[in-house]
């Protein structure tokens, strides 16, 4: 397999992974009680979108057609979250350090995604898409601090429940 041919595939990883969340923002959000995580699970629903919408461009920029690869990362980590959702019905604050961990996971996996998709771009010269992706990883990675961030409030609280 070629460079060319693994960037391709692991493009059609990410828009799979990016199409999956966007299916399971909605049951995070209404799950959630923290007023700050729902605000940024819905917020970041909407960045999603425009992420799926970035990628078309790139797909369109390469000539290829948007498709999607079944991502077995992404299924494993939305599966675990609704695991999660079953377990820590109560007390709230234990869900929502729940739905943070979740959350986080699909941000590092996304991150590390788009990562290696910038780097492999540039060395492929593949210059007119970096902007794209770079987009779609400066939201990830503002997601993920946001998510630390409320993390900082949240944790304590669910330590507290006995």
């Keep these: 397999m070629k460079l ?7 493009l059609k990883d990410i828009y799979f992974a990016e199409r999956q969340i966007l299916k399971a923002l909605p049951k995070m959000t209404k799950a959630a009680q923290e007023p700050k995580l729902k605000e940024g699970f819905t917020a970041h629903r909407e960045e999603t979108q425009g992420q799926v919408e970035r990628l ?41 350090a729940g739905l943070i961990a979740c959350g986080q996971a699909v ?28 987009a779609n990883l400066d939201q990830e990675k503002k997601a993920d601090t946001l998510l630390t961030q409320i993390a900082g409030s949240v944790n304590p609280a669910a330590a507290k429940v006995g």
């Design 4 to 10: 060319d041919a693994l960037f391709l595939d692991t």
């Design 107 to 134: 941000e590092h996996y996304e991150m590390a995604r788009y990562g290696t998709l910038i780097a492999w771009a540039g060395v492929l010269d593949k210059k007119d898409v970096v902007a794209l992706l770079q």
């Design 56 to 96: 078309q461009q790139v797909f369109e920029i390469l000539g290829k057609r948007a498709q999607g690869k079944t991502c077995e990362t992404i299924h494993g980590i939305i599966e675990e979250c609704e695991e999660l959702l079953e377990k820590a019905a109560e007390p709230s604050a234990v869900r929502d």
